[in-house]
């Protein structure tokens, strides 16, 4: 599904009945600012890094390995295409 950006970005909600093989390593074609718009429990890992809650901005640099580690609740971000 294709979803729009703005220059503020684009809001994403991952499901807390999303399955956990969903949330796979990926890499994406360009550097991301990632936002939380929530305080949640769930949590992000770059490759070669431990995991870390998610609670405050995240720089995705371009062609770097991510990951989503689900927690409670459903999780809302901003993601900004730099």
Same mark, same amino acid.
Do not use: A, C
């Given at each position: 599904? @294709?979803?729009? !950006?703005?220059?503020?970005?684009? &809001?994403?909600? #991952? @499901?807390?009945?999303?399955?956990? #093989?969903?949330?796979?390593?990926?890499? /994406?074609?360009?550097?991301?600012?990632?936002?939380?718009?929530?305080?949640? /429990?769930? +949590? #992000?890992?770059?490759? $070669? /890094? *431990?995991?870390?809650? &998610?609670?405050?901005? *995240? #720089? &995705?640099? +371009?062609?770097? !390995?991510?990951?989503? *580690? +689900?927690?409670?609740? $459903?999780?809302?971000?901003? &993601?900004?295409?730099?």
């Amino acid at each position: 599904m @294709s979803r729009p !950006y703005t220059e503020q970005g684009q &809001i994403r909600t #991952f @499901s807390e009945g999303v399955q956990e #093989f969903e949330l796979v390593w990926h890499r /994406d074609k360009e550097d991301r600012v990632v936002k939380p718009l929530h305080k949640t /429990d769930w +949590k #992000f890992q770059l490759d $070669n /890094d *431990i995991p870390r809650v &998610i609670e405050n901005e *995240i #720089f &995705i640099p +371009k062609e770097t !390995y991510h990951r989503l *580690i +689900k927690g409670t609740g $459903n999780l809302k971000v901003n &993601i900004l295409k730099l």
